[in-house]
């Protein structure tokens, strides 16, 4: 590890030490070796590129899927001073080519791009001439057929590595077998990798399984239990509305959150999570991604996950700050069941894939051999009512041509509007004086944006904007779209939408050439780790932290010691028994109050005066312990 990592460690990121593992991934990486890193939920990724990528001369190239992320990493980094972008689906082809000069020429460091995008000819040609001196994978399971998240334009990988062939390439992935990590090397060429891997043990995570009917009371028991920040994962967008209002009327403060909210909403809702102004976000899978809050105390999933893989992504947001936190699943017979039967639907029947694609290019009226890389606003539910589909057969579908790298699919994301001059200065200034209503607009955006706004893509706030020119916003929407009329200026208006990209040229639906045995093979693979998830569930044999270790073919004769198993064991094996405990706490009790009646003794104990409870009480009478008077008052007898 060089001084100067360590110095940019500190000055840059803040860190005065690296978390477990990292260093040796940081090294490996300066010292030129492919490296693969497995590194669990919390355990520091993107540093592991970061770093190094500031410390070398040039350029790192990030590869990821995760369009929020990517955005996220952007912006983090961009406020630290340091220059970097990103490109990915729903861009415009223009400011993608800006983006790409940048790159070469712009003394950027970081180039985001998602995997889709690394086959066209446009970033191809561009890539040859930057001085790249790393390229970094995330996500890296994502390369594997028996990963949970396969995508096929993972594999577009390999084939730019011939172009800068001595730059060294970092995989890395929070939850991989040991099949998906000997794949991950395989399939990215590899040259001697070196590989680093952190235990999947989380030492302050306790993980529980209850098996219930009532979901919501269970779930408001645990937190009362725990208290702090709670993250509360459901199925589907419904849920989070009636859990949260639930919650809410319970007296604890919620909310619900899903892709299908606008992105304002989403954001305010985040942030005030974020800031504990929110105790519990009630979210599908839509949440949690790149967010890394440490005081999360509790995640509760009340539908089970596809897969383990998921799980443990999911569960590991607790306690990132090493503190004591919770991860607990409600399920119950109906789960499982209902989970096994969702994974034999994952892969539909390929003449109803073929007839969705077949929907799509009417829907978007897609000639065939055109399109490709196009990307368009797409609600897939929407699509599906239109059509007559069932709605969750056509997500499946898509899925299916996703997998098959026909389209690209990304949740709801918010781009903001974007601007780019396209003229010097000079030219600038004559449009001024020819369209003297437009010069205002101009001269505000330029004390705003400043002199970059003709080197690269600024992204705007209208209503700001239009605020500080006393306009209405509308009309300052007018007067860009006439400065994008006059080719002064490019104008991307704002996104909020999901999108859809063509990958490829539009195929004729009957000829598309779709991947039977490897399809053959997801399906099988799907129902399998099902099957996983809904052994972890079921079972109350092993650890549970053993289990999830085993899973991800991690060896350990040592147990958590925290999870619901480990506990009920180690009562079970206690010395003193349960009955024991209760009849010490009675006469603990006893020996402080003179009487006390079954109902006065029970609520000091803080436990319900049930039979069994009763009976121990009843025992010690017979023993001669306690004494019960004619007032139905028990006591403790001076020699017991």
Request: aromatic content about 10%; glycine content about 6%; overall charge neutral.
């Amino acid at each position: 590890m060089t001084d100067r990592a360590k110095s940019i460690l500190q000055e840059v990121f803040g860190y005065s030490d690296f978390r477990p593992v990292q260093d040796q991934i940081i090294t490996s990486v300066l010292e030129g070796k492919d490296t693969l890193a497995l590194l669990p939920t919390g355990g520091g990724k993107s540093l592991c590129f970061q770093l190094p990528a500031l410390v070398l001369d040039g350029i790192c190239l990030v590869v990821s899927p995760l369009i929020a992320l990517m955005k996220d990493q952007v912006d983090g980094l961009k406020a630290k001073g340091i220059k970097a972008s990103a490109i990915y689906s729903g861009m415009s082809s223009r400011e993608i080519d800006r983006i790409l000069d940048n790159c070469i020429y712009g003394d950027y460091k970081f180039l985001y791009v998602s995997p889709e995008r690394l086959k066209s000819d446009l970033f191809i040609a561009r890539f040859k001439q930057m001085n790249i001196n790393l390229i970094a994978v995330d996500e890296a399971h994502c390369i594997s057929q028996w990963g949970y998240d396969f995508r096929p334009s993972y594999l577009e990988i390999a084939a730019i590595k011939p172009f800068h062939p001595k730059i060294p390439i970092l995989a890395l992935t929070a939850s991989a077998t040991p099949q998906v990590c000997t794949d991950i090397m395989a399939r990215l060429e590899m040259k001697k990798p070196a590989f680093f891997q952190k235990s999947f043990a989380r030492e302050n995570l306790s993980y529980s399984v209850r098996l219930i009917e009532n979901k919501l009371e269970k779930g408001l028991e645990v937190l009362k239990r725990v208290p702090g920040s709670a993250i509360w994962y459901v199925r589907n967008r419904q849920a989070t509305h009636q859990i949260a209002k639930s919650l809410h009327q319970l007296g604890i403060s919620s909310a619900a959150y899903h892709a299908g909210l606008s992105m304002p909403d989403r954001s305010q809702k985040q942030e005030a999570w974020k800031s504990n102004q929110v105790r519990v976000m009630v979210s599908t899978n839509a949440f949690g991604m790149g967010i890394d809050k440490p005081d999360v105390r509790v995640v509760i999933h009340s539908d089970l996950p596809e897969n383990l893989e998921n799980y443990y992504q999911e569960a590991g947001r607790a306690g990132r700050d090493g503190q004591k936190a919770y991860a607990v699943l409600l399920s119950n017979e109906q789960d499982f069941e209902q989970v096994l039967e969702r994974a034999a639907l994952v892969y539909p029947p390929i003449d109803f894939v073929r007839k969705v694609y077949q929907c799509l290019a009417n829907y978007f009226r897609i000639a065939v051999g055109s399109n490709m890389l196009s990307s368009f606003d797409f609600e897939w539910n929407e699509f599906a009512q239109t059509y007559k589909l069932g709605v969750l057969e056509t997500f499946y579908a898509l899925k299916v041509l996703e997998e098959g790298g026909f389209i690209g699919l990304n949740e709801s994301y918010y781009s903001p509007s974007k601007i780019h001059f396209t003229i010097n200065p000079a030219r600038l200034y004559e449009i001024q004086i020819a369209y003297v209503r437009l010069d205002p607009i101009v001269k505000m955006i330029m004390r705003t944006y400043g002199g970059n706004v003709f080197s690269e893509y600024i992204s705007i706030n209208e209503s700001k904007l239009s605020k500080s020119l006393n306009l209405i916003e509308s009309e300052l929407i007018k007067g860009l779209k006439h400065l994008e009329q006059l080719e002064v200026m490019v104008y991307d208006k704002r996104k909020d939408k999901p999108q859809i990209t063509f990958m490829t040229p539009r195929y004729d639906a009957a000829t598309l050439p779709l991947d039977f045995a490897r399809i053959k093979i997801r399906r099988e693979l799907t129902l399998e780790k099902a099957t996983q998830m809904v052994g972890y569930a079921h079972q109350d044999q092993i650890c549970r932290t053993q289990f999830i270790q085993e899973y991800f073919g991690e060896q350990s004769d040592q147990v958590c010691g925290v999870c619901d198993l480990c506990i009920s064991q180690r009562k079970s094996k206690s010395p003193e028994s349960s009955e024991a405990r209760l009849k010490t706490k009675i006469m603990e009790t006893l020996s402080h109050s003179s009487e006390l009646s079954e109902r006065e003794l029970f609520n000091q104990l803080r436990l319900p005066a049930s039979e069994k409870n009763l009976q121990v009480l009843r025992n010690l009478v017979d023993q001669g312990q306690v004494i019960q008077s004619v007032t139905a008052k028990y006591s403790r007898t001076s020699y017991g």
